[in-house]
């Protein structure tokens, strides 16, 4: 004989073909919540087609279930990998990613399960369950952006809200605040769904509230403490991986769009991007006196991204340059890009994919440096690249006290495809976020120059040759997210695994007292 099944788990409970059906598309509807398309409005339908997949499944199921919604998501979301690199490492990212993914969704197929059980009031099941289930999503995002080798820091729910309306809340709860708020919202709704004897309207008032309560927290306030006048160049470089180029060609391109400034209304500043002199300045005499004279020319400190050879080691360095006296600051980049940097554990991955690997020709350093330059009393935090996805820098810049963050970047390794919007999106989530202007400086674009309300100020095409000049705002604000740091992260993963650890030590009571009905 069975134990009696509550009909709540049974509610919406679909058969396994039809779930990974369902899966799969709403892996492809959470993409399309992102750049370029950034229908951002459909980042809580993907997120919630997916619990509905996991609804009536244990974690065996539900661990299918998320692996196939994870490559879905993944698969579409970083194809751009393959642009110069073809399928391996495509595959081996989106497929580690899925397994993240997998198990993400395995333990809240548990939660969604045995949570109504455990909370059986009404109030229960609409208030704790979807806390619990957005708790473990966001869990799920924070260790996959740290691990391994550094993590990968892309993908997650908040990036998804860049110029959306709940966009504004990242200045008071950061990324992992948004992505649990927006999961929170999916999770809600699918609740309201099994609360059968609830009545339609009552369920629909529920799920409104729910998101005008978000839309109309107000935008947080940032007081502006002063401006200052920069000129961000893009060269239009081909400075990718596999590009082939005279040496010097690089640091030419940016000279040439740099020189139409010369004799313009006086800048601060001169930001050129990661990787804009392919010669290193502290080494060559002649890259030191091209950017001597351009600093000379424009009366201005230049920042300029390069390779340097420090103490026998490799950097992916950015220099704060002034004419005279060469390189006044350093900044070395502390988050390189495992498999593109640097190649950890070579000799276990090399059998794998041999020429892939050998293409990772020198390993980069990990830079110990601050990242922040003192120009002229300017605070800037510095980001290279992938750095602006590291949490961690963010709020190391602004404990500093950084007035602006300058990302220098380099995205001609993918062309035309979502990488540069992708990368861009988190650039403006991150203005946001910080409450600081955010200048998006690439070698091809997407260059951008954003303000602490995450609106575009300047920008230049893609693959055109060009500068942004603009007197841009600087500010001192500490917003909430910064205020509390990874504290809110903390708070809502923990709340996550902590329901789950209930929601596993009920169900296995349940699973033995149904062993000893049934004897």
Request: charged fraction near 15%.
């Amino acid at each position: 004989m069975r134990a009696p099944t509550a009909p709540r788990e049974r509610a919406l409970a679909l058969p396994l073909w039809a779930a990974l059906v369902i899966a799969g598309f709403a892996g492809a509807i959470l993409d399309a919540s992102f750049p370029d398309r950034d229908w951002w409005v459909l980042a809580p339908v993907g997120v919630g087609l997916m619990f509905v997949a996991l609804l009536g499944r244990g974690p065996w199921t539900g661990l299918l279930v998320g692996f196939v919604a994870g490559l879905s998501f993944w698969l579409i979301h970083i194809s751009w990998i393959t642009l110069y690199l073809g399928p391996v490492p495509w595959i081996a990212l989106g497929g580690l990613q899925s397994i993240f993914f997998a198990v993400g969704l395995s333990l809240t197929a548990v939660v969604l399960r045995t949570g109504p059980l455990l909370w059986r009031s009404r109030l229960g099941r609409l208030g704790l369950v979807p806390v619990v289930v957005a708790g473990l999503w966001t869990a799920r995002e924070a260790i996959s952006a740290v691990w391994p080798y550094g993590g990968f820091a892309w993908g997650r729910v908040a990036l998804s809200q860049s110029e959306g309306p709940f966009g504004s809340l990242a200045a008071w709860v950061g990324f992992s605040g948004l992505s649990f708020l927006i999961v929170w919202v999916s999770a809600l709704v699918v609740q309201l769904l099994r609360e059968t004897d609830l009545g339609g309207l009552a369920r629909a008032t529920v799920a409104v509230a729910a998101v005008v309560g978000l839309l109309v927290v107000p935008a947080f306030t940032i007081v502006q403490s002063g401006t200052t006048r920069l000129a961000a160049v893009q060269g239009a470089s081909d400075a990718g991986l596999n590009a082939v180029y005279r040496p010097g060609q690089i640091l030419s391109d940016h000279t040439s769009a740099t020189l139409p400034l010369i004799g313009q209304e006086p800048v601060d500043f001169v930001v050129w991007p990661e990787n804009a002199s392919d010669i290193d300045p502290l080494r060559n005499p002649e890259a030191a006196k091209v950017l001597d004279y351009i600093s000379r020319e424009m009366n201005a400190p230049v920042l300029a991204g390069t390779i340097t050879y420090q103490d026998e080691t490799y950097y992916n360095s950015s220099l704060l340059w002034e004419e005279g006296e060469g390189a006044v600051d350093i900044y070395d980049k502390v988050h390189p890009v495992p498999f593109a940097e640097y190649m950890p554990n070579r000799a276990f991955w090399r059998p794998f994919a041999p020429d892939l690997i050998d293409m990772i020709g020198r390993d980069y350093g990990i830079g110990t440096r601050d990242n922040i330059f003192d120009i002229n009393g300017v605070l800037a935090g510095i980001a290279i690249c992938f750095d602006i996805a590291d949490d961690q820098l963010i709020h190391d810049m602004i404990n500093d006290d950084a007035e602006i963050i300058l990302g220098q970047t380099n995205n001609a390794d993918f062309g035309y495809t979502d990488e540069s919007v992708q990368q861009l999106a988190i650039a403006r989530l991150r203005a946001v976020e910080a409450g600081r202007t955010v200048v998006n400086i690439s070698t091809v674009g997407t260059s951008a120059i954003i303000t602490p309300d995450g609106e575009t100020l300047d920008s230049l095409p893609t693959w055109t040759p060009g500068a942004m000049v603009q007197t841009v705002p600087l500010s001192a604000t500490i917003t909430p997210a910064m205020a509390l740091g990874r504290g809110i992260e903390w708070l809502v993963a923990g709340l996550g695994l902590a329901g789950f650890v209930l929601c596993a030590a009920a169900g296995r009571k349940k699973l033995h007292k149904t062993r000893r009905f049934r004897s």
